[in-house]
């Protein structure tokens, strides 16, 4: 498996879409308000399979929910679509 640097370095280095992707990672500061639950870019854009539509899923190791909840709802809550799945089984 890729390292997170890897991952990004191919999206800097890769088509338009991964490129942007890589772009809106880095101007959101997303890997460093995540940095505590070590964020990895997975989904069909890293891979160069995406379709129209596809979203880019950042995946974290979240121990505690209530806190990982807590952080992205304050730094993410103000953009368009945001929302939080409370569920837990």
Known sequence: MKTTAEVLAHLASG???QRD???VLIQSDLFSIL???TPYPAG???ID???PGSDLDILC???DLNAFEM???QHFSGMGLFRV???RG
């Open 15 to 17: 088509n338009e879409r």
């Open 21 to 23: 992707a890589y772009r």
């Open 35 to 37: 940095e505590a639950y």
């Open 44 to 46: 069909t854009v890293p």
């Open 49 to 51: 399979i995406d379709i």
């Open 61 to 63: 190791e979240a121990p």
């Open 71 to 73: 952080v992205v709802t």
């Open 85 to 87: 799945n409370a569920e």
